[in-house]
């Protein structure tokens, strides 16, 4: 995973491809400036999103897992590798906890055992009350690609990115209804759902209090040092 700062070279977004997005503004709504509270971003980097965050003084960590997952073997993505898998595509400090996460339609992309696996590595590093962010098409087909999702204002995206659809039809496997996302995201509750005209499910979602899947306990860990940047 990589660390991002602000940068200044942040395209223009197009503005007739933005909605509104009640999640992502309940989303920002539970971030406390004064922690300065860690946001991790399983999509693509995009300037103008750390941008966004950073100004509500948030700390941003960019995992890019899609694009990660493609540049390895089919050998190491096979369901009896995936776990361990994700575990070397997604390295935690000691303690590192996260107070948000933005998956955007990463999960559309994955397999159910991937998402299975992903949560499995990320559910205890979420601090209690921590939301997430997920988007899933309800349309008949994917877009060939996922869209590259550009925070506007607190309460606005835009979804970059060609819409030709993949071929991939509905039935495919994906997680499409909540009752899937609830099964696959085990330590976290429903709390904002809506379907909006673009086809698009939006789901927020806040991780529960108490104990994680594995039994340890949740608790408040020492913040790191941010900012850095690495590679995949």
Request: net charge positive.
């Amino acid at each position: 995973m990589r660390w991002f700062s602000a940068s200044n070279s942040t395209p223009a977004p197009d503005q007739s491809r933005a909605h509104r997005s009640p999640a992502l503004k309940a989303l920002l709504d539970g971030l406390r400036p004064e922690t300065r509270p860690t946001v991790l971003d399983l999509g693509p980097p995009v300037a103008g999103n750390v941008a966004f965050l950073t100004a509500l003084s948030c700390r941003v960590r960019i995992a890019d897992l899609l694009r990660a997952l493609r540049a390895e073997p089919l050998e190491s993505r096979k369901p009896e590798a995936v776990g361990a898998l994700i575990d070397r595509l997604l390295p935690l400090a000691p303690g590192e906890c996260f107070d948000a996460m933005l998956a955007w339609d990463v999960f559309d992309y994955l397999r159910p055992d991937h998402v299975s696996a992903l949560m499995a590595r990320l559910t205890p590093a979420c601090r209690p009350g921590a939301r997430v962010l997920v988007l899933t098409s309800m349309r008949r087909q994917l877009p060939a690609a996922p869209l590259r999702y550009r925070i506007l204002g607190r309460e606005s995206l835009a979804g970059e990115g060609p819409l030709e659809p993949a071929g991939r039809p509905a039935g495919d496997g994906r997680t499409r209804v909540q009752p899937d996302v609830r099964r696959l995201m085990p330590g976290f509750s429903v709390r904002h759902s809506v379907l909006l005209r673009s086809g698009v499910q939006e789901y927020l979602l806040v991780r529960d209090a108490g104990k994680a899947p594995n039994g340890t306990g949740v608790s408040a860990a020492p913040r790191s040092t941010w900012f850095r940047r690495g590679s995949l």
